[in-house]
Protein backbone atom coordinates (compact mmCIF):
# COMPACT_ATOMS: atom_id res chain seq x y z
CA UNK A 1 0.00 0.00 0.00
CA UNK A 2 2.60 2.74 -1.22
CA UNK A 3 0.20 5.03 -3.27
CA UNK A 4 -1.55 8.15 -2.16
CA UNK A 5 -4.40 7.27 -4.22
CA UNK A 6 -5.01 4.00 -2.40
CA UNK A 7 -4.31 5.68 0.69
CA UNK A 8 -6.90 8.06 0.21
CA UNK A 9 -9.21 5.38 -0.60
CA UNK A 10 -8.55 3.53 2.28
CA UNK A 11 -8.78 6.46 4.52
CA UNK A 12 -11.87 7.09 3.27
CA UNK A 13 -13.40 3.82 4.67
CA UNK A 14 -11.06 4.00 7.77
CA UNK A 15 -10.10 7.16 8.58
CA UNK A 16 -11.97 7.81 11.58
CA UNK A 17 -10.64 4.66 13.18
CA UNK A 18 -6.62 6.35 13.21
CA UNK A 19 -5.22 9.05 15.96
CA UNK A 20 -5.90 12.19 15.24
CA UNK A 21 -2.42 12.99 14.54
CA UNK A 22 -2.57 10.50 11.75
CA UNK A 23 -5.66 12.09 10.35
CA UNK A 24 -3.71 15.17 10.11
CA UNK A 25 -0.56 13.84 8.26
CA UNK A 26 -2.70 12.00 5.82
CA UNK A 27 -4.98 14.52 5.27
CA UNK A 28 -2.42 16.85 4.24
CA UNK A 29 -0.21 14.39 2.43
CA UNK A 30 -2.16 12.50 0.60
CA UNK A 31 -5.42 14.73 0.66
CA UNK A 32 -4.15 18.11 0.16
CA UNK A 33 -0.82 16.52 -1.82
CA UNK A 34 1.65 18.41 0.23
CA UNK A 35 4.88 17.33 0.44
CA UNK A 36 6.39 15.94 3.48
CA UNK A 37 8.49 19.02 4.24
CA UNK A 38 5.07 21.08 4.04
CA UNK A 39 3.26 18.73 6.05
CA UNK A 40 6.37 18.91 8.65
CA UNK A 41 5.93 22.77 8.86
CA UNK A 42 2.05 23.13 9.25
CA UNK A 43 2.11 20.52 11.91
CA UNK A 44 5.22 21.78 13.85
CA UNK A 45 7.16 18.13 13.54
CA UNK A 46 10.24 16.76 11.56
CA UNK A 47 9.79 15.11 8.12
CA UNK A 48 10.97 12.01 9.66
CA UNK A 49 8.12 12.66 12.19
CA UNK A 50 5.61 12.91 9.11
CA UNK A 51 7.17 9.98 7.67
CA UNK A 52 6.90 7.43 10.56
CA UNK A 53 3.49 9.50 11.60
CA UNK A 54 2.56 8.21 7.56
CA UNK A 55 3.65 4.66 7.97
CA UNK A 56 2.10 3.83 11.22
CA UNK A 57 -1.20 5.14 9.70
CA UNK A 58 -0.74 3.18 6.56
CA UNK A 59 0.04 -0.03 8.63
CA UNK A 60 -3.21 0.68 10.28
CA UNK A 61 -5.34 1.25 7.44
CA UNK A 62 -4.13 -1.96 5.66
CA UNK A 63 -4.64 -3.53 8.92
CA UNK A 64 -8.61 -2.00 8.65
CA UNK A 65 -8.70 -3.46 5.28
CA UNK A 66 -7.27 -6.94 5.79
CA UNK A 67 -9.90 -7.75 9.12
CA UNK A 68 -12.74 -5.95 7.62
CA UNK A 69 -12.51 -6.15 3.92
CA UNK A 70 -14.86 -2.95 3.18
CA UNK A 71 -12.85 -1.05 0.30
CA UNK A 72 -12.86 -4.67 -1.03
CA UNK A 73 -16.65 -5.27 -1.09
CA UNK A 74 -17.32 -1.87 -2.26
CA UNK A 75 -15.01 -2.35 -5.27
CA UNK A 76 -17.16 -5.77 -5.83
CA UNK A 77 -20.22 -3.57 -5.58
CA UNK A 78 -19.45 -1.46 -7.89
CA UNK A 79 -17.75 -3.51 -10.35
CA UNK A 80 -20.85 -6.26 -10.81
CA UNK A 81 -23.42 -2.73 -11.11
CA UNK A 82 -20.86 -1.57 -13.79
CA UNK A 83 -21.25 -4.93 -15.41
CA UNK A 84 -25.12 -5.16 -14.57
CA UNK A 85 -25.28 -1.62 -16.79
CA UNK A 86 -23.63 -2.81 -19.76
CA UNK A 87 -25.86 -5.99 -19.81
CA UNK A 88 -28.76 -3.30 -19.63
CA UNK A 89 -27.48 -1.55 -22.47
CA UNK A 90 -26.59 -4.77 -24.64
CA UNK A 91 -30.22 -5.63 -23.88
CA UNK A 92 -31.81 -2.49 -24.71
CA UNK A 93 -29.92 -2.94 -27.91
CA UNK A 94 -30.76 -6.47 -29.14
CA UNK A 95 -33.82 -7.09 -31.20
CA UNK A 96 -34.09 -10.79 -30.86
CA UNK A 97 -35.57 -12.43 -27.75
CA UNK A 98 -33.54 -15.71 -28.03
CA UNK A 99 -30.24 -13.20 -27.47
CA UNK A 100 -32.09 -11.56 -24.59
CA UNK A 101 -32.34 -14.38 -22.15
CA UNK A 102 -29.23 -15.23 -21.64
CA UNK A 103 -28.29 -12.08 -20.71
CA UNK A 104 -30.70 -11.88 -18.10
CA UNK A 105 -30.22 -14.83 -16.89
CA UNK A 106 -26.54 -13.19 -16.37
CA UNK A 107 -28.13 -10.19 -14.65
CA UNK A 108 -29.47 -13.14 -12.47
CA UNK A 109 -26.08 -14.60 -11.62
CA UNK A 110 -24.64 -11.15 -10.77
CA UNK A 111 -27.42 -10.09 -8.31
CA UNK A 112 -26.78 -13.12 -6.52
CA UNK A 113 -22.93 -12.59 -6.37
CA UNK A 114 -20.64 -14.06 -4.13
CA UNK A 115 -21.73 -12.55 -1.10
Do not use: C, H, W
Not at 32 to 58: H, K, N, P, W, Y
Not at 99 to 107: A, S, Y
Request: proline share 3%; glycine share 4%.
Amino acid sequence: MNSKPEISLLYDFYGELLQSSQQKVIELYVNEDLSLAETAELLGISRQGVRDSLARAQRKLSEYEEKLGLYKAYTRRRERSERITTILNKIKSTPERQEIDPLLDEIEELLKGDD
